[in-house]
């Protein structure tokens, strides 16, 4: 996991999902589910990349991303990314490394 620490960061990341799938990964370090998540997404089957905003350090990139996507704020949450967009997602306790990995088979070409 890449850690996004800036808005620039963000953008940067954004440029690259027009090009190639990935995933983004909020969490935060004070939550319970979030440590849950964490534990889920290092069992992905994936080799897509995975970039990590830590809430608390960087909730500038988190309210960057809900205000490009489109998609509102959760923590700890988990988006796909294809063709610059977001085309799923899963946040608290249903953020599940088989159900991440099924997602990208079904919806990353």
């Avoid at 700890?76 to 990208?104: C, E, F």
């Amino acid at each position: 996991m890449k850690q996004l620490k800036t808005v620039d960061d963000w953008y940067d990341v954004l440029n690259e999902a027009e090009h190639r799938p990935l995933i983004l990964f909020k969490f935060s370090a004070t939550c319970v589910a979030s440590a849950s998540a964490y534990k889920e997404m290092n069992e992905l089957k994936s080799d897509l990349p995975i970039y990590l905003i830590i809430v608390q350090n960087a909730r500038d990139v988190s309210n960057a991303i809900e205000a490009d996507l489109g998609v509102r704020h959760e923590s700890p949450q988990v988006l796909i990314m294809n063709s610059g967009r977001a085309i799923w997602q899963a946040t608290h306790y249903k953020i599940k490394a088989k159900a991440i990995d099924q997602a990208i088979e079904q919806y990353v070409q």
